[in-house]
């Protein structure tokens, strides 16, 4: 089992629940509209959420940034430790930094000491995209990976520090996973994981699930960040699913059936008015097109409905409870489903 980092108010590792992270694409500098991004990602699940420090500006806006929002903050730095030393000295509850990047080794042990102060961990690693030509001319590429991530882990352990968390990322689903077993093998510092550069929405969602998902399966992982080209929420809902799929997390979910010629049901639309409303609760929902197959196959559903010529039927528990006229199939829906979730106390909004 992995060690125990703490990141503000969340540990990391040692078989805590698996985090969410995600990160702003906003300007760091431009409070107002960072403030509001991650209490987007805050609403849609991100646990801990990462900003780009590129510059001073950057760096002190993180004190006001920290006041708008209630997720610990990591504050991402190439080169500049002075950047890093700022973002702690404002109140970023971890640094995403490489000390190898970093030049002299005072410059290191310097941020190794303020970090230490604040018990502010260290996030270390190694991306594909810029990995050094002396890791890549020695091993193959995922052991470059790898070698790479763990030359940065010792130089902070030279320093003293231990509040590590490693990452080993890169486009290459396969590439990732052996780079992570890799690592797993070789430390017990808590692991980020992710497949960094993962694309547009349906590529990333493909390329994460099958990367974090097999390796968090192998028990490799404690962190996770799906990353998909364009808003950063779509990442947080991904990474949801994935953990709920992996029954790494409670979740509502929507299952529903790919339709057929018996379907009755315009099944995908009605999945897909009700599915924000389910994923606020911890139900199973099935959307299921008709009566023939539709009730016994989702019985396992805490709610379902299935398709008939006159509109649907309402089970649960694969028993019909009422039938639904076509016109109010969505109103009753959600009125079923929010009742059932005060019932048990989920967090839906009952006034949406
Ligand atoms: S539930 Fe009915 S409509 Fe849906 S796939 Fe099965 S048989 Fe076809």
Redesign the pocket.
Known sequence: MSRVVKVGNLFIGGGHPITIQSMTNTKTSDIAATVDQIKRLEEAGCEIVRVAVPDFESAKAIKKIKKGINIPLVADIHFDYRLAIESIKMGADKIRINPGNIGESWKVEELAKVAKDHRIPIRVGSNAGSLKKEFESKYDRATALAESALNEVRILEECGFSEIVVSVKSSDVLETIKANEYIAQKVSYPIHLGITEAGTYETSIVKSSIGIGYLLLRGIGDTIRVSTAGDPVKEVSIARKILISLHLRKGGQVIA????A??ELDVEKVATQIEPFVEKTDLVVAV???V???IG?GKHADIGIAGTKNGAVLFKNGQIVKTLSAENIFTELLCVIKEEAEKRKCRVMLSE
């Open positions: 059936c790919p339709t057929c018996r379907s299921m097109g008709c023939v197959n539709g196959e």
